[in-house]
């Protein structure tokens, strides 16, 4: 079967994701296309073939499209999430699944009293090799019960646009989905250290910032958000248990001895780190779309979390607290207790 597939959002992101379904995933044809300039929206429709429709409702209720990929701007996201729940057709959104949890809560809501997941959120890190090893590891028991949780998530640099509150929200969030999954734990609590300010910033913006989280079973999370780093962009995760840590593999570089130095390279992007994170997670979805399945990746409820947790961050940035969590009890549907 071929996944026919409507894209709402011709950005940057809804175009590479429009060139992943049509070169790198087998099993899949972008069909629809809209975006709020049209002309964008053609220019990337023509190259496959796809048409374009005047909006997203008219890409969901469309005969020819089978699942829905939404990756317009971040506060249209729970309009269109909805009416692909109300059709019946499966949903990937890139993140964030909804800017406020009420909308997330929304989603949660109609996607249980449908009985069954059809959403599924772009968090590429759960597709990462790496992170896929770390997982195993710490899912075998090997390193004992998990106790501390050290990372690092630094940028060259960012646009004058970038503000404090987006070192949380649109940042930390990707390991603060990430390590709700490697833990199997769920952040009860957040806190935000300003340490002494870059120089290589815009005069707005805190950086770096330093967020301490802590999970229901105690474990502590230290994570440097640094967007000003320079020297490229940078991902680190450590968790250290009772009897060993495991550690997240640098992405493989070759050594270059020269000149008297011996140097490996040092990726500038996040486009380089996670392509193959992407590809994965598009095979995988697009297989379980094809066969009828639901999706096995970040579900609507983790989408859910990770706003919640990244709004109570903002405002422990701001407030200078420690800022409760407060997520409402886990529906069935994704896990929680009947």
């Not at 709402?8 to 992943?20: L, P, S, V």
């Not at 023509?46 to 997203?56: I, K, N």
């Not at 959120?121 to 590891?137: P, T």
């Not at 379980?288 to 609507?300: H, K, L, N, Q, R």
Request: charged share 25%.
């Amino acid at each position: 079967m071929t996944v026919r597939v409507g894209v709402i959002g011709a950005g940057w992101i809804g175009k590479e994701h429009i060139r992943r379904l049509t070169h790198t995933v087998t099993g899949a044809r972008v069909t629809a296309v809209t975006d709020i300039d049209a002309a964008r929206a053609a220019e990337a429709a023509e190259p496959v073939g796809a048409r374009v429709l005047p909006d997203g409702a008219a890409v969901v209720a469309a005969d020819d499209v089978d699942a829905v990929l939404v990756t317009s701007w971040g506060p249209t996201h729970a309009e269109h999430v909805l009416n692909a729940l109300a059709a019946g057709k499966p949903v990937f959104c890139e993140k964030p699944l909804a800017t406020t949890a009420e909308d997330c809560l929304r989603i949660v809501e109609a996607e249980t009293a449908h009985g069954r997941r059809l959403v599924q959120v772009g968090f590429m890190r759960r597709y990462d090799l790496g992170y896929r090893q770390m997982k195993k590891v710490i899912d075998s028991g090997r390193i004992g019960e998990p106790l501390i949780v050290h990372c690092a998530h630094r940028n060259p640099t960012v646009p004058e646009s970038y503000t404090s509150q987006m070192a949380a929200l649109d940042t930390a969030v990707h390991e603060v989905d990430v390590l709700r999954w490697l833990l199997d734990d769920e952040i009860v609590s957040t806190q935000v250290v300003t340490p002494r300010a870059t120089s290589k910033r815009f005069e707005h913006l805190k950086d770096p910032q330093i967020m301490l989280f802590e999970t229901a079973k105690g474990v502590r999370i230290d994570l440097e958000v640094f967007v000003n780093c320079r020297y490229g962009y940078d991902i680190q995760c450590e968790a250290v248990g009772e009897e060993g840590l495991v550690r997240l593999p640098d992405p493989a570089a070759v050594g270059v001895r020269t000149a008297g130095q011996h140097s490996t390279e040092v990726l500038t992007d996040w486009v380089g780190r996670f392509a193959e994170a992407f590809d994965i997670e598009f095979r995988e979805w697009i297989a379980g779309v094809a066969a009828g399945d639901e999706p096995t990746g970040p579900s609507a409820w983790d989408g859910y979390a990770a706003t919640v947790i990244t709004s109570a961050t903002v405002e422990a940035l701001e407030s200078g607290r420690v800022v409760a969590t407060d997520l409402k009890p886990r529906p069935v549907l994704y896990g929680g207790a009947a």
